[in-house]
């Protein structure tokens, strides 16, 4: 039977002597100083742990650079051996399985679109990545096209996605970021040459009905690319640069004369987050922004916040017209007016096959 209030009450006369109150006192301090020691002796002795959730393109930068970096940064200046638990998939993904309480302390979402998903669900308190540096934002990546070697096809730009001998895929917008990406760099591009969004939501429903579905994540949809299936494929750029594009032999970049650069946020799962955790997890967050971290990025073909170091002598090629989310409506506007045509536009394929 659960102990409830009725135990508590004394009957008629009966006290609760003092000294017993002081001995509860006495073995709740102790029990909770042996708890503190056992972590202290663990952290001493064994590695502690950080869990990071984080969208697929970004997995050999991370798995492979930034987190072994810092594993080395955290052995010198704690002494303590850290150890990461990973999980990578469509940006969509991860978001919806920390919405149903998987235990990341960390997330690395392709968008705000996703964050701000997190907190219209409750896992978070508020946008609170934004009080980190460049509002939660460490690395840049544009939309690109991938064709095959020597652009047998011809393809320039988005418009020729259009064309009915043209094949394309698309990741899934509701499980990618990449998908989500897609879509808005369709419909930005004609929306700010044009000035009128009824020419961007033109250009999304012509290519993107055109489309054959490309998987649940950048790093699905590239794969089926590798295999041979279509001719073009909407990508980031990082996943054709440096030593991230090592499965992309059998393609080449189109730079569009007009996209959209994708803006990857880190956030911080509070509720994920013990006492005990807070300094690590704080100065994991804090060390994508570190020199180190930065450098690292741009070698898998990553765009860093610091403009100085994306140099031609890094593969990243000038974009006539470079945009980002705010400079279309910003998270809000892009999730209801952009994102659900994609939806229903995949909805109505759906129901057409």
Known sequence: MWWDRSNREAGPGRRFPGSRIVLAVLVIAFLSFMVWQGRRMKWESGPRTATVYCFSAMEDAMTDGVL??????????????????????????????IIRRFPAEIAVLSSEIDAYRLVRRGVLPGPVWTTLPERGVFARTPMVIRVRAGNPKGIAGFDDLARPDVGLLLADPTTSGAGEWT????????????????????RLVRVWGRGAEGGSSARAARSRFSEGSADALITYEAELLGRAGSGGANGEIVMPRSTIVAEPVVVKIGRNVSPEQKDLIDSLVSYFWSDEAQ???????????DKERNVPDAGFRPIDRLFTLEEIGGPERAEEEVLGEALRLDAASTAAD
């Not at 704690?78 to 919806?96: K, L, N, R, W, Y």
């Not at 591009?189 to 969004?197: I, K, M, T, V």
């Open 183 to 202: 879509a808005l760099a369709l419909y930005g591009s004609a929306f700010l040459e044009e000035g009128d969004r009824a020419r961007g939501l033109d």
């Open 295 to 305: 450098q690292i990025l741009v070698a898998y073909g990553f765009r860093s916040v």
């Open 68 to 97: 072994p970096a810092f594993q080395e940064f955290w052995k010198g200046k704690t002494g303590q051996h850290v150890e990461f638990i990973t999980a990578f998939a469509g940006s969509g993904t991860i978001t919806d399985q």
